[in-house]
């Protein structure tokens, strides 16, 4: 049987994260989108901020195609050794589908409202975080005119995350017994 992939996604600051490293304790592999375009960023000498990191997340797509994050991983993910992975940060249908062509895919999605996310990713401080209500909103708006939503909109799985890392981890590892994947 072929491997299998739980595909994540959810606005910056829902949880994907959080959830990733509860199926981490699980003993999935994950490979996370983002870091895809982080590396990219990097490459090309730029400071990760959140202009440089959206610029280079739409110069690749514009320059190999909306699905080419996807693309970057698919050999790491056929490599790995495990049976079920996590990928984390899918953004678009184009990606869902790339992943779908290769490997079985359970898409699931997180949400949490503007406010809560907001107040995690100023918590979080990581250098590609947005630090003002504006470059959020921008941030926001940018995912999901990447296709975001669609992806949102259509995942076979949703958690909602207003609570505590440990109450999104539970809820994790809950529907992830469900699917029996193991």
Known sequence: MGKKVIAMSGMPGAGKGVASNAGRQLGLEVFVLGDVI??????????????????????IRAKEGPSVVAKRLL??????????????????????????????????????????????????????????????????????????????????IVLTNEGSIAQLQSAFKEAFAKLKLQ
């Open 38 to 59: 982080r590396e990219e960023t990097e490459r090309r000498g730029l400071s990760p901020n959140p202009k440089n990191v959206g610029e280079v997340m739409l110069d």
């Open 75 to 156: 050999p790491k993910i056929e490599q790995s050794k495990s049976a079920v992975v996590i990928v984390e940060g899918v953004r678009s249908l184009h990606e869902l589908n790339e992943l779908r062509g290769r490997f079985e895919v359970i898409s699931l999605a997180i949400h949490a409202s503007p406010k809560s996310r907001f107040q995690r990713l100023l918590s979080r401080n990581r250098s590609d975080d947005p630090k003002t209500w504006d470059i959020f909103q921008e941030r926001d708006f940018r995912e999901l005119d990447v296709g975001l939503g669609h992806v949102l909109a259509t995942a076979d």
